[in-house]
């Protein structure tokens, strides 16, 4: 049995070894004293990964792990080639993993040391598109109308601007939409700051031709405040306060037909890869998210990033246990210490409020085959490919950097592919092993990790990521790579034809 490797800085290697003979399991990386079953199976069956035979002593589910060797209590476990826990009790070879042998080693915040790892230079990846390219030079690949409010008062005033716009209006333009939310009242100090800083970087996101902020008066999240946070064109940024006008519906119609008048005129040109900027973000993941879904984002990461383009990912609770792989691509110091501080900043910000810093995973991911944090974050990590790290973004600010970046937001999916969204990413790319109808402003691929629910729910699922098990990474990266063109394109993703758009604005400050 391999030693203990608590310390090993190996990077995951995604899709591991599998026994064509018998393709039920398979073990991600050559270290591992763990294996996936790759389909539900029974005690008694006797399963190969390579040169290691085990009889299974109890059942294990699709997903789920299975020892390799016994590891005795108190030894730390390795997936993907890094430790996901320790055993709370001694483990027989072909026993099933889980949540009553193993937890986590994490506990609160740490010191880190930078330690730059060398970092590939591969062929610069091409690709084209048919996009908007902005004035600021920018790129979005839709023409649309976002309706914003400052205050969750009028939320219910910009939605039915939003519907006789979108019918007023309809085939000019690719679409009206409002983005409200239930906050800007009563809010205080950072909390206030946050809600003002997010509003307005979705104010500027290209994929909005033009924008219409509906205030009220009288909210803490004053328009005023607001409009000088927002760099847009003045003839493609209308306002207006409901309690100052006459007729809010009146008054919003008609800022609508000047922007509609302006943007209809906006064309699609050709636009290289370089001027896409994706989001990463994984929610409900299972036993196979880190196998297949994440590692493919991750490739596709790799080629916008290597492009000249924008990588973007965030969920910070979702790193801790696989931070110091991000730690070690950091392009300098000042990255380095970045990361190291968003990191520790979220793990001080759950100890504030009494929580552990492992609170994670959710019963859908432990039902899925997750047992500990660092086996979740070691999956998830993936879906920032190989690249170097080149900025860290404090919530919602815009990336300025090329190549990858990483972005301070929770791990909740709304608030997290909202933050990617006001961060500048024109799509977002959604892995999932449970599936959910939620969609986000900007288009938002759902990637499934595994064929079962990709068929199951094809009105969510826009790719199946499960077929990486049959076809390879290398294939599937090129068929996921064509979708998320044509989406930039204008094909619409499955939460567009749904109408399922949703924001949700981080709350962590005082309610008066």
Known sequence: MPEDQATQKAGCAGLGARDAARPGILRVHENDHVAVALGDLDAGETVTVGAVSVTLTTDVPKGHKIALYDIPVGQAVLKFGFVIGRATQAIAAGEHIHSHNLATALSGVEDYTYEPVPMAKPAVPTGQFLGYRRGDGKVGIRNEIWILCTVGCVARTSERLARLASERFKGRIDGVHALTHPLGCSQLGDDLDHTR??????????????????????????????????????????????????????????????????????????????????GVKCGGSDGFSGLTANPLVGRVADRVAFAGGQAIMTEIPEIFGAERILMGRAKNEAVFEGVVSVVNDFKQYFLDHNQPVFENPSPGNKAGGITTLEEKSLGAVQKGGTSPLNEVLRYGERADEKGLSLL???????????????????????????????????????????SALAQKKPHWIDFDAGQVLNDGLDATTDSLMDLILRTASGQPSCNETNDEREIAIWKNGVTL
Request: include cysteine; charged fraction near 20%.
């Open 408 to 450: 301070e937001a929770p791990g909740n999916d709304a608030v997290s592919s909202t933050a990617l969204t006001a961060a500048g990413a024109v799509i977002v790319l959604f892995t999932t092993g449970r599936g959910t109808p939620l969609g986000f402003p900007a288009p938002t691929l759902k990637i499934a990790s595994n």
């Open 197 to 278: 800083k997010l509003i307005a970087a979705l104010a500027m996101h290209p994929n909005a031709g033009g924008v219409l902020i509906v205030g009220l008066g009288c909210e803490n999240n004053q328009l005023s405040a607001l409009l000088k946070e927002i760099d847009r064109p003045a003839d493609r940024l209308k306002y207006f306060a409901a309690q100052m006008v006459e007729d809010e519906t009146e008054t919003g119609l008609e800022a609508l037909e000047e922007l509609v008048a302006i943007i209809e005129k906006d064309q699609r040109e050709p636009c290289d890869l370089s001027d896409l900027a994706i």
